[in-house]
């Protein structure tokens, strides 16, 4: 099956600090990947979407300044956290969507297991 | 706009029982589906998916769900669940464009011996 590996799976960082976050890929490519956050009991928001080779689609309301999203192979998107604060700290998700030439497997997402940012 | 609902936050059972997750959607045009289980902790793993054909679909773990088009419903179920069971488990449906997942508000499952 398709994997997706998430670095790091903890980070503890001090106010005003930037984050990175990968998300990779490991036996597919992956032209769109997806970042997600998640509140503590609560489901997904989507994010940002992060698309090889262009600027990210970013949801409404979420500033794309603070959350920098790179995508520049087809297996690794970076976001960043800039600047953070103790209101940033969350949960982060990233799904990567099968790249195939069939259309069923176009719309499968596939997720890492996440990043817990705490930020002091 | 296309919506998920997951009627029921928490499902409590015991072990050895079945359970059914609830899942309703909307929308109009044709429906992707998918059911995924959260781990503690953990990012999301994919049960099983709806993406045409045969409306009863089985996943990993011992897990289906029956597609049904005039009740517009995705309803997860396992005949007998186990502890190891325990866990958040999301329904999802793309959207009309293909790109985003719609999940809904998660459902926990809390297997008790």
């Known amino acids: 099956g398709a994997v997706v590996s998430q670095h790091p799976s903890r980070v503890i960082c001090k106010s005003g600090t930037s984050v990175k976050i990968e998300c990779r890929s490991l036996d597919f490519q992956a032209t769109t990947m997806f970042w997600y956050r998640q509140f503590p009991k609560k489901s997904l928001m989507l994010m940002a979407t992060s698309n090889e080779g262009s600027k990210a689609t970013y949801e409404q309301g979420v500033e794309k300044d603070k959350f920098l999203i790179n995508h520049a192979s087809l297996t690794l998107s970076t976001l960043t956290v800039t600047s953070a604060h103790p209101e940033d700290s969350s949960f982060y998700i990233c799904?990567?969507?099968?790249?195939?030439?069939?259309?069923?497997?176009?719309?499968?997402?596939?997720f890492g297991a996440g990043t817990r940012l705490s930020v002091l | 706009a296309q919506s998920v609902t997951q009627l029921d936050s928490q499902v409590p059972v015991f072990e050895e029982a079945p359970v059914e997750l609830r899942c309703n959607y909307s929308s109009s045009v044709s429906v992707y589906l998918f059911w995924y289980v959260q781990y503690p902790n953990q990012g999301l793993q994919l049960l099983l998916k709806y993406l045409s054909g045969s409306t009863l679909v089985k996943g990993i773990n011992g897990f289906e769900a029956e597609f049904n088009k005039s009740q517009t419903s995705f309803h997860l179920r396992k005949p007998s669940v186990h502890i190891s069971d325990t866990a958040e488990y999301f329904c999802?449906?793309?959207?009309?464009?293909?790109?985003?997942?719609?999940f809904g508000a998660g459902t926990r499952l809390a297997v008790h011996p």
């Open positions: 799904s990567a969507r099968v790249l195939e030439p069939q259309r069923e497997a176009l719309n499968i997402q596939y």
């Open positions: 999802a449906s793309l959207s009309g464009g293909y790109n985003k997942l719609i």
